[in-house]
């Protein structure tokens, strides 16, 4: 279909040279006395035009193909952190849910809440997932600034120097974008 209109606009940009040429080479024979001036060469400026009106087109085409590569990945960007924003409303509540799981329960009534809270835990947990958002491992792992936010140093046997020793909140990465980075100690 572009194609076609490519084609019905050159064949107008040829017909619109072809038209001025012809112009071009009346005025050249109105010349006083029959004398062609033979600055004004009707076949070269015919082809030069033509050659202007190529260009151009080939310029145009380029840009719009620019422009249409530049929108499918704005539009691939879109759709591949589209859940980005949810994810980040949904953090402090999965922060919550962690710290509520660590109260121990002494009743029964405790231990069925608790049980609920769980369940609901694990389901986000899923549907987090399910949409490519993944935690950070940090505890035990040297320690990366691009993954991780030290707020802590502290000199603890049993790990290596720069690894982490304690994890004070979780991060979180959505497919390759590190959405909330883990805030941790580390090894003097």
Not at 33 to 38: A, L, S
Not at 95 to 116: I, P, S, Y
Request: charged share 35%; net charge negative; aromatic share 6%.
């Amino acid at each position: 279909m572009s194609e076609v209109k490519d084609n019905q606009k050159q064949e107008e940009v040829v017909e619109e040279i072809s038209e001025q040429s012809v112009q071009d080479i009346e005025e050249v024979e109105e010349v006083e006395d029959g004398v062609i001036d033979p600055i004004i060469d009707p076949a070269v400026d015919f082809n030069q035009k033509l050659k202007e009106a190529e260009d151009k087109h080939l310029r145009l085409y380029a840009d719009f193909e620019n422009y249409r590569r530049r929108v499918r990945l704005d539009t691939e960007a879109a759709q591949k952190y589209r859940a980005q924003e949810i994810i980040m409303a949904l953090l402090p509540a999965m922060d919550n849910f962690e710290r509520a799981m660590k109260v121990e329960a002494t009743t029964d009534e405790a231990k069925t809440l608790m049980q609920g809270m769980e369940m609901v835990y694990n389901q986000i947990q899923t549907a987090l997932k399910n949409e490519g958002c993944e935690v950070i491992e940090s505890v035990g792992k040297p320690f990366d600034p691009n993954f991780h936010q030290a707020i802590m140093q502290v000199e603890v046997e049993g790990y290596n120097s720069n690894d982490i020793v304690e994890e004070f909140q979780k991060g979180y990465m959505l497919k390759d974008r590190v959405i909330r980075p883990a805030m941790v100690t580390v090894q003097q």
